[in-house]
């Protein structure tokens, strides 16, 4: 037994992540249902570090030191549990298991619960930043124990991405915290992705830009507070030319966005959270309304916007202002996600520190952004800020951005260009700004044919209009 930490489940992920150990000095055990895979990342590997190669279950628990530390990377779902189930019966009260795959939260809070009772720690695990990630530093998102912890902290710390010499990796709460706050991370990605695409759409379709150019533009926004890889990659994305045909390459890609369901996981828990996350929700309804051809025929004739784009100079200006619409919807939709984080710690009991959240996702991840770190330096200052835009520097740019932001929603409509990420973040900003809502209205609807009763402004207790009667009378309920 001499292997600090075993994984099971090679392929590319969980490859790249026990290389990833072997490489900080880890003596790592493997194993893979197919030993081929095993074999395979020996003999390629195998001069990384110190690898114990096993191939029966018996051989991988044998080969781990107590506690026992063994890493699953399999697809989430039933593999999960049956991979589980094999080894469970192997392991000895302290051990632990790592899920590194994409559980979702509620599955990973019913497995910690089970395993818990036999005095096995589970730890649902988030890790971001793809295979490259995996393999030079993700960004590490572990629930579980403190004890747990305590343990694996300084492996995952050791192994992840780092930020400003800090670990791209802190303990996120307790059981299945780490695949929540993963999940909220993967929703972001798919808000702030539409946001990019929305921002270039405009940038084509208002302004008139050849992709070159909106190259050129993201280019310069990554110099400034946008600063993140994806709008880095986005640049690259954008000055690429197709070799087949010579055309951009944004041009000869089919545009329908696909999902593997992080997001929709994020929609459907937000809307059981009772949490408004409206950008990150349209991000994910844009991707599947993309993917619907047929309906996308049934309407293709049918008529849209009038206005032409608009002449070199307007183009020009007209860059700034999508700068100031884009920041502020991306603003709003961080915004979305850390309020989510908020309500799940409350529902399930989870302490997380929402500064903590923003520096283990500056660096490894797909979101990493320099505006990360100023969302934590927001969280560090006040733990309990209500939302990001009670901080007055975030506040101060949202105010700066108030007619840009509106502009270019206006000018998207005249045009006939769908901007719903950009919509429902000003629609968010306009809901919880308002001094009255229309809510009052569908109160009284309630009322009126449900008898679902309603408050009033101006005094105490639940009332009830009795509709029916030609004077309306007020009573109690
Ligand atoms: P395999 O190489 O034997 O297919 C990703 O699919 C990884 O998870 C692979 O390493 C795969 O093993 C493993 N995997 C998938 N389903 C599994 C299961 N039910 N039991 C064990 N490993 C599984």
Redesign the pocket.
Known sequence: ASAQIGVT???VM?RNLARNFARHGYTVALH???AA?TRALVEEFGDEGAFVPTETAEDFVAALERPRRLMI???AG??TD??IDEFAPLLEPGDMIIDGGNAHFLDTRRREAALRERGIHFVGSGVSGGEEGALHGPSIMPGGSEESYAVLGPMFEAISAEAEGEPCCTHIGTDGAGHFVKMVHNGIEYADMQLIAEAYDLLRNVAGYAPPQIAEVFREWNKGRLDSYLIEITAEILAHTDARTGKAFVDIVRDAAEQKGTGRWTVQTALDLGTPTTAIAQATFARVASSRSTLREAYRALPGGTEHPLRPHEADRFVATVEHALYASKVIAYDQGWTMIRDAAEEYGWNIDLADIAAIWRGGCIIRAAFLDRIRAAYRADPHLPSLLAEPAFAAEITQAQVPWREVIAAANRRAIPVPAFSAALAYYDTLRADRLPAALIQGQRDYFGAHTYLRTDHEGTFHTLWAEPTRPEVEA
């Open positions: 489940g090679l392929a969980g893979n249902r197919t895979r990377m399999v697809k039933a593999a049956a991979v």
